[in-house]
């Protein structure tokens, strides 16, 4: 069955980086869009970014650009994202989460457990 | 951006049907996933396309699009079915995924 591992959360300091990784198994990694959605604490769901399945195409929400970075490793089977420049809106579980199929805007078909960061001094 | 209108709680009895809507302007031409999140958990597809059912999903689950709504209906509700849950969309304009902000289904 189709497994999605977290991990590399932890507390981090204001303005510093932090880099999680997700390690999949149970399906063909290399042929899904992989993805990352986060949930502030007592808040709703937030997409974060979008990775094709070949790595080729990449794209995040307005909140995280240009201080996230999405990428994955086909060989690894493993998605990861950078995270840099964090504050106290990025406090949040994160989930990497997986496209059911190739169409643009498919559903998530599988998540992982999550795993918390948060952005405290 | 695209944004998605949910109503923060329904509330309904055993037994009834829940309908938890999900309003956008002319969402009926997007294609709508449902999400059902129970506390300390990670979501769960229970819609996407609009009214399809991944397996596993029990038939009491349905949703509809047309016009500004989506709606996911529950029949016959459960105390299992208490959790929130969250309409999620695909944006072009943007290429961006867009969910709305997730209705606490209460079973009375």
């Known amino acids: 069955q189709v497994q999605l591992v977290e991990s590399g959360g932890g507390v981090v300091q204001p303005g510093r980086s932090l880099r999680l990784s997700c390690a999949a198994s149970?399906?063909?990694?290399?042929?899904?869009?992989m993805n990352w959605v986060r949930q502030a604490p007592g808040k709703g769901l937030e997409w974060v970014a979008v990775?094709?399945?070949?790595?080729?195409?990449?794209d995040y929400a307005d909140s995280v650009k240009g201080r996230f970075s999405i990428s994955r490793d086909n060989s690894m089977n493993t998605l990861s994202v950078q995270m840099t420049s964090l504050g106290a809106d990025d406090t949040a579980v994160y989930y990497c989460?997986?496209?059911?199929?190739?169409?643009?805007?498919?559903?998530?078909?599988?998540w992982g457990q999550g795993i918390l960061v948060t952005v405290s001094s | 951006s695209f944004v998605l209108t949910q109503p923060p709680s329904v509330s309904v009895a055993p037994g009834k049907t829940a309908r938890i809507t999900c309003g956008g302007n002319?969402?009926?031409?997007?294609?709508v996933h449902w999400y059902q999140q129970k506390p300390g958990q990670a979501p769960v597809l229970v819609v996407y396309y609009d009214s399809d059912r991944p397996s596993g999903i029990p038939e009491r689950f349905s949703g509809s699009n047309s016009g500004n709504t989506a709606t996911l209906t529950v029949s016959r509700v459960e105390a299992g079915d208490e959790a929130d849950y969250y309409c999620?969309?695909?944006?072009?304009?943007?290429?961006?995924?867009?969910f709305g902000g997730g209705t606490k289904l209460t079973v009375l």
């Open positions: 149970g399906f063909t990694f290399r042929n899904y869009g």
């Open positions: 990775i094709s399945h070949d790595g080729s195409y990449k």
């Open positions: 002319n969402i009926g031409s997007k294609s």
């Open positions: 989460a997986k496209d059911s199929d190739l169409v643009r805007g498919a559903p998530f078909d599988n």
């Open positions: 999620q969309v695909w944006d072009s304009s943007s290429d961006h995924r867009v």
